[in-house]
């Protein structure tokens, strides 16, 4: 049983979200979120230019915009999705652990939500970056503040991590579940897998062979030593898994990537691209799913259920359905408590519960 001396404590860490659907609130994040080195990976100079002559001056009022058409009554819709799978991990685990939620950007915060955790005991912590691909932007990022929070005190507790889970079998399994109602119900003839984006340089700095990543079309098709800790290997690896699990023939499904920001070239296919494309190719009926997003939130509520339903259908397509995130469905509830409790067990054991960029284990 544990002590007060040696309580643990689970950490589930989101990205973030603004306190409210305006201009302040969401300049206050942008301007937390983009100043992070690991976000906008360029010289401080010109991040700063960047984040204050060019993107707070205009966005935060458009993107306001953007977020009052999906805020909910209880508030932001990653909050409130992320809030209610907090909740239903902290009753499946019981006294096991102290289970608390924070955001990397905003509230709340990783400084605020560990000092509580501490105060009440917790000198033992596994985090869960809630986050399925690898990606600096979001999980090294979101780690990298948990460490430097925890190590800030005279006592250093003790902290485990929980890999990235883009190939876990159970994380597919929610998916696939949530799924494949909702694109039965659409009659979809076509499943588009809509990923976040990042930057191509970030791929390229994760690539330990220095020649592997966008060398060949097919850099991505498997996972291996040079690649494993790459976002866009890690996202088709997801896709690979669903997609055997829902039985999407080939020429049945595709992969993009949303959400770009600037010039620089991001990871491609561009989901803004793709759409028509498809439409043009004949596809009638499609249905998006975007697994790098745990819960729904902006980017997959506005982006893809409003914005891209409009521009596939003004492309010719008769409708295109989003897929819900897992949010706190019970599959997904059940998957984080699995991984939680592998991931523990194995650093107990002084074993990886599952290798980093690892192919897709079996089901």
């Known amino acids: 049983m544990n002590t007060p001396a040696n309580k643990r404590g689970l950490l589930l860490v989101n990205l973030g979200t603004p ?18 080195p690991r976000v906008v990976d360029i010289h401080p100079v010109g991040r700063w230019m960047l984040l204050n002559l060019i993107i707070l001056p205009t966005r935060p009022a458009k993107s306001a915009e953007a977020y009052r058409k999906v805020w909910m009554p209880e508030g932001s819709p990653l909050l409130v999705y992320s809030r209610a799978l907090e909740v239903a991990v902290r009753e499946k685990l019981g006294h096991e652990y102290d289970v608390a939620l924070a955001m990397r950007y905003g509230s709340p915060s990783i400084p605020d939500t560990v000092a509580a955790m501490r105060a009440r005991g917790v000198s033992d912590f596994t985090v869960l970056p809630l986050y399925p691909q690898e990606a600096t932007s979001s999980s090294a990022s979101s780690l990298a503040r948990v460490y430097e929070v925890l190590s800030s005190g005279w006592d250093v507790p003790n902290v485990r991590a929980v890999p990235a889970f883009h190939g876990h079998p159970s994380f597919l399994d929610a998916f696939a579940e949530v799924a494949r109602p909702v694109i039965a119900e ?23 062979s220095g ?23 890690q996202c088709f690896a997801t896709t690979r898994g669903i997609v055997e699990r829902l039985g999407l023939p080939q020429g049945g499904f595709s992969v993009s990537f949303q959400s770009r920001l600037g010039r620089t070239p991001w990871v491609k296919p561009y989901t803004d691209l793709v759409l028509p494309e498809l439409a043009k190719q004949g596809v009638k009926r499609l249905a998006v799913m975007c ?3 745990v819960a729904d939130c902006l980017e997959t509520l506005e982006e893809v259920g409003m914005r891209a339903r409009e521009q596939f259908v003004e492309a010719g397509g008769e409708s295109l359905t989003l897929v819900p995130s897992l949010n706190a469905h019970p599959t997904w509830v059940d998957a984080v408590v699995r991984m939680v409790r592998e991931s523990d067990g194995a650093a107990t054991a002084g074993a990886s519960p599952w290798p980093r960029g690892a192919p897709t284990p079996a089901r």
């Open 19 to 36: 306190d409210a659907p305006h201009s302040g609130p969401v300049r206050r994040y942008l301007r937390e979120f983009l100043s992070d």
């Open 211 to 233: 020649q592997h990543c966008f060398a060949s079309a097919g850099c991505c098709d498997a996972l291996t030593d040079a690649n494993r800790h790459c976002y866009r290997a």
């Open 291 to 293: 697994p790098s997003f």
């Open 186 to 208: 659409a009659r979809a003839d076509h499943v588009l897998f809509s990923y976040h984006g990042v930057p191509e340089r970030h791929v390229r700095k994760t690539d330990t």
